[in-house]
């Protein structure tokens, strides 16, 4: 029986020369850290240091977060990734209506300057890379780190990280969106502007294929699609008056890394070629670090069973491993019990020593691209990058990703391909181990990390001292400066700087540009 990979290719049982017949290697190649970079975006990966291991984490109040934060660092990470509530996602303090009982749930709580600082209090920001999981408030938090950062004494020039700040996903696969397109790609833009003056060494974008992954879609889907988004980005900043190499070396990528290890390594492979590709021949960029596709990876949350939770160590080792032999920059390893609830301290302890073991007792960081020459793997490189420009295509000819996002194209494709997958699982053709094959009769007990519930009333009473003490008028006049930079056409960064460092919160902040720019729902027209 032939096998058929994620993405819906027949797998062979055996490959052999005929199966790269015509294939040129200089061309389909490269050298390591060469164009097309196929074969990694750095001459020396990680022979000479292994990849960022960038841990996820936020939970509770600023407090909490930043007390996993240090024992984090005193683990051996040497990255940073918060995750943000639900109500900070959205643009909403903790006292708003909305927020009721989502305050603190699946990420920290943020409402303003004073959260910011407890949550990076005692860490150097001068020598930690910090990636925040935020989109459509990204500018808001970007600015209070830049805030809380000088008041440690670090220049904004010395800051390294990424916000994700990508909200054309949130569209597709994700929904965590506040504004409209236009004035959510004009800010992305102004983000971009803003980061080249203020934060040149900020990664300002970080286009993501994760959630579209998480939601459904197939390893070619999930490549497609996103790179389909960063060709409008790179649209948006260059018809905004940008020159493509002032902006696309700041460029980065977030990508899933599934337990099917030998497809994802041949998709990020594939990946890195079509986007030198595109970035040279399509937008002219001459910068080599403008066609380099760098990118976060994290192992796939949605592969994570409840059931006989011990065996997602295995999973997301394997899934770490396809990341890792793909050539990713940064890696989170989820923990076990992630399927259950948010992770224990040990959990996170674990899944972080996952990365070390892989770095630092294996040889997997011995040499450049070992799989390159492969009769399989380059096979399938080739296979995967016919797949995804296929796909590409259908987004351009639909008029691009946002007038492909309007006809629900992508979201069609991923719930499609989400539903073949269910019915493989429910039928037993997709084995799902402690699911539907080799279960057990009665599941051991375990004790998840729950959430303090008082969080919420503390972030009230937090927010109603801010209010008491500042000065009212200096923020109502920072906000009104932000509402005519949002009507015009000024970056909108600088008066929100100034609105922020009037102690405004991120809801009165976002509040501001949704009296300009407007919200959007499903079932608005784009």
Known sequence: MTRTAESGLPLAPVYGPESLAGWQPGEQLGDPGGYPFTRGVYGTMYTGKP???????GFGDAAESNARYHQLIRNGTNGLSVAFDLPTQMGY???????????????????????????FDGIPLDRVSTSMTINAPAAVLLL????????????????????????????????TYIFPPKPSLRLVADIF????AEIPRWNTISISGYHMAEAGASPAQEIAFTLANGAEYVRTAVAAGMDVDDFAPRLSFFFVARTTLLEEIAKFRAARRIWARMMRDEFGATNPKSMMLRFHTQTAGVQLTAQQPEVNLVRVTA????????????LHTNSFDEAIALPTEKSARLALRTQQVLAYETDVTATVDPFAGSYFMESLTDELDTAITGLMRDVANAGGAVHAIERGLQKS???QNAYRMALQTDAGERVVVGVNRFQLDEEEAYAPL????????????????????????????ALDGLRRAAAGTDNVLYPMREALKARATVGEVCDALRAVWGTHTPADAF
Do not use: F, H
């Open 51 to 57: 990849w960022t291991m960038r841990q996820y984490a």
């Open 93 to 119: 303090d903790s006292d708003a209506e909305l927020a009721a009982g989502e305050v603190g749930k699946v990420g920290v709580a943020i409402d303003s300057i004073e959260d910011m600082r407890v949550l």
């Open 144 to 175: 209070l780190y830049q805030l809380v950062a000088e008041e440690q004494g670090t220049t904004a020039g010395k800051l390294t990280g990424t916000i994700q700040n990508d909200v054309l996903k949130e569209y597709i696969a994700r929904g």
């Open 193 to 196: 502007q803003y980061c080249r």
């Open 319 to 330: 899934q770490a491993l396809g990341a890792v032999l793909g050539g990713t920059q940064s």
């Open 413 to 415: 494709e991923i719930e």
């Open 450 to 477: 729950r959430v303090d519930p008082s969080i919420e009333v503390m972030q009230r009473k937090r927010l109603a001292a801010l209010r008491a003490e500042r000065s009212g008028t200096a923020v109502a006049a």
